[in-house]
């Protein structure tokens, strides 16, 4: 069965870091992508803001480029979305996905998701 497992969300200032953790299972981690997308309140969900594609090239958001940095640690079928200078608008549940082989940023790609963390972000 596929799991996927998000950690880390919780309340930060603005300014503030976060790192967000992916724990994956029940299929072979090396052959998908990985990404977070993330959904704010009364807002579709997002393309991205960040995937690690199965060859390990990595997409982020224009929003996000500069602040969110996405690494996989294959070992530990972990992903990680460490996030830096927190702004407001980043406020959302961040869901983590997977999708079979290469991907970018569209979430159509992406057939499996985690439940979703909590992201606040204060002004």
């Known amino acids: 069965e596929v799991q996927l497992v998000e950690s880390g969300g919780g309340l930060v200032q603005a300014g503030g870091s976060l790192r967000l953790s992916c724990a994956a299972s029940?299929?072979?981690?090396?052959?998908?992508?990985i990404g977070w997308f993330r959904q704010a309140p009364g807002k579709e969900r997002e393309g991205g803001p960040c995937v690690v594609s199965s060859d390990g090239t990595t997409y982020y958001a224009d929003s996000v480029k500069g602040r969110f940095t996405i690494a996989s640690d294959n070992a530990k079928n972990t992903v990680y979305l460490k996030m830096n200078s927190l702004k407001p608008e980043d406020t959302a549940v961040y869901y983590c996905?997977?999708?079979?082989?290469?991907?970018?940023?569209?979430?159509?790609?992406?057939?499996?998701w985690g439940q979703g963390t909590q992201v606040t972000v204060s002004s």
């Open positions: 996905a997977a999708a079979w082989g290469a991907a970018d940023l569209n979430s159509r790609l992406f057939d499996y």
């Open positions: 029940g299929f072979t981690f090396d052959d998908y992508a």
